[in-house]
């Protein structure tokens, strides 16, 4: 069987849930911290292998180390030898953790980029969790390496069996579902978000594309956005330049298509504040601009409840996959307190009865939390406060 048929690609989501439960095991006294596997991720270059790591440690308050193994000699590992007396004492790297209380990951990224020698030099480290008798990983921190595949076309020297045996490997698949989560959550452009979804084939394309210059990937488009959002003062063609240069001409031609098109809607700020009404208009592309927008502008708006109250009438004139993906998108990018004046406000009840399973169907976990919690908002407005706390005790 080829070697690519034979490997099992996950969603990053899958491959978050078991850095978590692997730093839960470390907090286990009863594992062996010897048996609790290190994770090797594996994916074209640009998908989020670190900054999923990244991420994830800045949300939970661990420490993030990233080591970059392919710029370092062997040296580095164990430190700088000084002589004292008749013995010789290791300096360590100051990098390395060493509070016993403290928690977080180290990340070798680039582990395949790293000749064998390099690779051997961190055998130790990944392996047994410590530098000879100098250093001892704390218990608290998970051991984890990235790299690409040979068939990406990056630098990509294979790890030896002994290495690649002591890992849990996942294989990472880009999923635009996903990653337009992270988009949103991170900042990036809603036309972006819009495009992509509308375009989902150009999130990562590397099989027609000159891997020498830009190419699609979700980290060029993230700078993509960052470009569309600053470079709003530069010419035309300066612009278009500076995407080309990062995604490639193909993409870059799509995308200002796409731009072209969408710029013609009127100012979704505007329909927020109430002072354009909005057509929502049949073409797909369109629609998806109109969500990823809204979804964005709506938590700017200076008037909060009457956003809201605009924002739910027209999901209550879309389709249930448009609504759905609208509503999510501002749930996602939402405070606790937006969250609650979301739920609670009266046209909310409207906007769940018409796509309240939508939510659920499109993201279960997401959707369930938001139906409980619009739940209690109903029953306190109908029947009390006191009344639907002792209602809703009895039916759970």
């Known amino acids: 069987m080829n070697d690519t048929m034979s490997r099992l690609s996950v969603p990053l989501s899958t491959a978050r849930d078991l850095l978590l439960h692997q730093m839960q095991l470390l907090s286990d006294d009863k594992v062996d911290v010897r048996d609790i596997a290190p994770i090797m991720l594996w994916g074209a270059p640009g998908i989020g292998k670190s900054a999923l790591m990244r991420d994830l440690c800045a949300e939970q308050g661990w420490g993030f180390v990233d080591v970059r193994l392919a710029q370092r000699d062997p040296v580095d590992m164990r430190g700088l030898p000084v002589p004292e007396g008749d013995t010789v004492r290791w300096l360590l790297s100051s990098e390395w953790p060493r509070d016993p209380q403290s928690r977080g990951i180290i990340l070798f990224d680039e582990l395949t980029a790293a000749d064998r020698t390099l690779q051997v030099a961190a055998y130790e480290f990944i392996l047994d969790r410590r530098l000879g008798d100098m250093y001892q990983v704390p218990r608290g921190w998970l051991v984890c390496g990235a790299g690409n595949r040979a068939e990406d076309s990056?630098?990509?020297?294979?790890?030896?069996?002994?290495?690649?045996?002591?890992?849990?490997?996942?294989?990472?698949?880009?999923?635009v579902a996903q990653w337009s989560r992270w988009a949103t959550e991170h900042g990036v452009q809603p036309e972006i978000v819009a495009f992509l979804r509308f375009r989902p084939e150009l999130l990562l394309q590397m099989a027609r594309a000159d891997l020498q210059r830009g190419w699609p990937s979700p980290r060029s488009w993230?700078?993509?956005?960052?470009?569309?959002?600053?470079?709003r003062q530069l010419r035309k063609d300066t612009l278009e330049a500076a995407i080309v240069?990062?995604?490639g001409r193909g993409a870059a031609i799509e995308l200002h298509a796409f731009l072209e098109i969408t710029s013609k809607l009127p100012d979704l700020e505007a329909v927020l504040s109430g002072e354009v009404r909005l057509e929502v208009p049949t073409r797909v592309d369109l629609k998806l601009a109109v969500v990823a927008g809204l979804a964005r502008y709506v938590w700017h708006a200076?008037?909060?409840?009457?956003?809201?109250?605009i924002f739910l009438g027209i999901g209550q004139r879309l389709t249930a996959d448009f609504a759905a993906m609208m509503v999510a998108d501002a749930l996602d990018i939402a405070t606790p307190t937006q969250v609650e004046a979301m739920v609670d406000h009266a046209e909310f009840e409207k906007w769940r009865k018409i796509h309240g399973s939508a939510l659920v169907d499109a993201r279960p976990e997401l959707g369930k939390a938001v139906m409980e919690r619009a739940n209690h908002a109903h029953a306190r407005r109908t029947v009390g406060a006191g009344v639907a706390a002792r209602l809703l005790d009895r039916l759970r």
């Open 222 to 231: 993230a700078r993509v956005s960052v470009m569309v959002s600053t470079g």
């Open 302 to 309: 200076s008037d909060q409840d009457r956003a809201l109250g």
């Open 154 to 175: 990056a630098v990509s020297v294979p790890l030896s069996s002994a290495l690649a045996n002591r890992f849990l490997h996942l294989e990472l698949a880009v999923d």
């Open 245 to 247: 240069g990062l995604v």
